[in-house]
């Protein structure tokens, strides 16, 4: 049976919730930081969250808006997403800081570290491979730009990207600045672009919700995952 429990920490100010999923067995296990969509914290992610904890992994579903800064509807969010999207650098202390809570639970094996987003998240952890030293890094239909690529050698994690094409929220061109960023970085990378699939396909709450497409994109999550053990 999973265990779960709410992790207390500040970060800048902002007190955040963040909810720490722990697979059935003791000792240390292979541990994902999950951050959420520009909606927050909420039920979809702390599903993908007991998913991921079922398969073996203890999760830190990240509060990273904060208890005082929660989206209560889509205009909302839009507000709290953005002071994160246009500075990139305090969404990559942000991001840090979750996964050093990550680290310091005594459930995380600390050498065995993914991280992975969805939307925002995908951005957010994108730009946490930029600057900090994971076995891998999963952007599921994420952000794909940054004001401050990578250079050769800096990322050290595999990095897996699921793309959507014509996707109004990452576009293409933004696509293409990702793969050069990642060549030009000389990154251990590899992205799936989709066709026929909208932003948002994972998330059961979006209109755009493709069940069939997003357990397929849930094997591919479970088999990286797994090569990364």
């Not at 990559?92 to 094996?109: G, N, V, W, Y």
């Not at 994972?202 to 990364?228: H, P, R, V, Y």
């Amino acid at each position: 049976m999973l265990k779960e429990k709410i992790i207390t920490h500040t970060h800048q100010e902002d007190q955040l919730e963040s909810v720490l999923v722990i697979p059935n067995g003791s000792g240390r296990f292979p541990a994902v930081l999950l951050i959420h969509e520009y909606t927050g914290l909420n039920k979809v992610t702390l599903d993908h969250a007991r998913r991921l904890a079922n398969a073996g992994y203890v999760v830190l579903a990240a509060d990273f808006y904060g208890t005082s800064n929660r989206p209560k509807n889509i205009k909302e969010a839009q507000t709290a997403h953005k002071v994160f999207r246009s500075n990139r650098m305090l969404m990559r202390s942000r991001a840090k800081h979750c996964l050093e809570m990550l680290i310091r639970q005594p459930e995380t094996d600390s050498t065995q570290l993914t991280a992975l987003g969805f939307s925002f998240g995908g951005g957010a952890v994108l730009e946490l491979a930029r600057i900090c030293d994971l076995k891998q890094v999963i952007s599921i239909y994420g952000y794909l730009d940054t004001t401050h690529p990578a250079s050769s050698g800096q990322i050290k994690a595999k990095i897996f990207a699921v793309h959507v094409e014509n996707d109004p929220v990452v576009p293409e061109n933004h696509a293409q600045m990702f793969i050069k960023e990642m060549n030009d970085a000389k990154a251990d990378w590899s992205i799936k672009c989709l066709k026929n699939a909208k932003h948002g396909f994972m998330n059961s709450n979006d209109s755009a919700f493709d069940k069939i497409l997003a357990e397929k994109t849930w094997n591919m999550i479970l088999k990286n995952l797994g090569q990364s053990l």
